[in-house]
């Protein structure tokens, strides 16, 4: 029988109106005017991107019993990532790698992805996002092992200071067998594609 955990992302409100004044504030602090028909809108869109951005869809983590007792690694690779900085508000974008050693549940494969995105809906750093996805699905399936890389491009660095465009950040984050056994640490990178 499956086992279900309702998700939520803890929102403290989202305030449209006041998001839309400041983004307003903001550009004419700039310099922009926002008078032009081109303009107008610019402020309630930014306002609404970011609370996109910053909002995640709530999500039932299900899982089932183990009944065949497998024990190889499971992979999802090539999540799509997107997430904002949380030191300039930029966007980073990329892929992630997440896998696990099941113990006696199995994991819905969609929930990777589901609780991927719960974490990367608010401002974060790349080292954070990674450490958070391995350590709630350490908590709440308690597998043998968990894995979980991330390769992004982050805005913050390609469009603005160094304009190091094209270079892209690579974390990783591995618990029990995946970190503490050199043959699955190994199919786990391996089979993420990570040994190029």
Same mark, same amino acid.
């Given at each position: 029988?499956? @086992?279900?955990?309702?998700?939520?992302?803890?929102?403290?409100? $989202?305030?449209? @109106? =006041?998001?839309?004044?400041?983004?307003?504030?903001?550009?004419?602090?700039? #310099?922009?005017?926002?008078?032009?028909?081109?303009?107008?809108?610019? *402020?309630?869109?930014?306002?609404?991107?970011?609370?996109?951005?910053?909002?995640?869809? *709530?999500?039932?983590?299900?899982?089932?019993?183990?009944?065949?007792?497998?024990?190889?690694?499971?992979?999802?690779?090539?999540?799509?990532?997107?997430?904002?900085?949380?030191?300039?508000?930029?966007?980073?974008?990329?892929?992630?790698?997440? #896998?696990?050693?099941?113990?006696?549940?199995?994991?819905?494969?969609?929930?990777?992805?589901? %609780?991927?995105?719960?974490?990367?809906?608010?401002?974060? $750093?790349?080292?954070?996002?990674?450490?958070?996805?391995?350590?709630?699905?350490?908590?709440?399936?308690?597998?043998?092992? %968990?894995?979980?890389?991330?390769?992004?491009?982050?805005?913050?660095?390609?469009?603005? #200071? $160094?304009? =190091?465009?094209?270079?892209?950040? @690579?974390?990783?984050?591995?618990?029990?067998?995946?970190?503490?056994? *050199?043959?699955?640490?190994?199919?786990?990178?391996?089979? =993420? #594609?990570?040994?190029?």
């Amino acid at each position: 029988m499956p @086992v279900s955990l309702h998700v939520v992302h803890e929102s403290q409100g $989202v305030d449209l @109106v =006041a998001a839309e004044r400041a983004a307003e504030d903001f550009l004419r602090a700039l #310099g922009i005017s926002t008078d032009s028909p081109n303009l107008r809108a610019t *402020p309630r869109r930014m306002a609404q991107a970011y609370a996109d951005l910053f909002t995640s869809r *709530p999500f039932d983590l299900t899982t089932f019993p183990n009944d065949e007792g497998y024990d190889e690694l499971v992979l999802a690779r090539g999540l799509p990532v997107r997430s904002v900085c949380e030191h300039h508000l930029l966007p980073f974008t990329g892929v992630a790698h997440i #896998g696990y050693m099941p113990g006696d549940h199995i994991l819905g494969l969609s929930k990777l992805a589901r %609780v991927l995105e719960h974490f990367a809906c608010r401002p974060q $750093v790349q080292e954070r996002l990674t450490k958070q996805i391995a350590e709630w699905l350490g908590e709440h399936l308690n597998p043998k092992g %968990v894995g979980v890389v991330i390769e992004a491009e982050h805005s913050c660095m390609t469009l603005r #200071g $160094v304009q =190091a465009t094209g270079s892209s950040t @690579v974390t990783s984050s591995l618990s029990g067998l995946l970190r503490d056994d *050199p043959s699955s640490r190994q199919e786990f990178f391996a089979l =993420a #594609g990570l040994h190029r």
